[in-house]
């Protein structure tokens, strides 16, 4: 089992930033693919961003490419997203995420969420 909470999360105005944080716990953090997916109200979750186990391959959806990076730091089993320009359509639950596959395919482990509200 890998547990994962997330925090960082906040009100903010267009235009802003905030950094996510998940703190990972249980299995051996470093093997896993670890992410985000986020879901708006009314909306369906979806993909945001993914670091492969090493760090050393990142992706991103298209609506975030440019504006969020994925970060981690498998000394301290964190994951981060630093998320810059924020729109409000960037308004959302951020849930961290983990797999040992790509997380686009399926995801293993889910934290318990964290909001983001960008007001305009």
């Known amino acids: 089992q890998v547990q994962l909470v997330e925090s960082g999360g906040g009100l903010v105005q267009a235009g802003g930033s905030l950094r996510l944080s998940c703190a990972a716990s249980g299995r051996t953090f470093s093997v896993y693919n670890m992410g985000w997916y986020r879901q708006a109200p009314g909306k369906d979750r979806e993909f945001v961003a993914q670091s492969s186990w090493s760090g050393g391959n990142t992706y991103y959806a298209d609506s975030v490419m440019g504006r969020f990076t994925i970060s981690r730091d498998n000394a301290k089993n964190t994951v981060y997203l630093q998320m810059n320009s924020l729109k409000p359509e960037d308004t959302a639950v951020y849930y961290c995420?983990?797999?040992?596959?790509?997380?686009?395919?399926?995801?293993?482990?889910w934290g318990q969420g964290t909001q983001v509200t960008v007001s305009s």
């Open positions: 995420t983990a797999a040992r596959g790509s997380l686009r395919v399926g995801v293993e482990y």
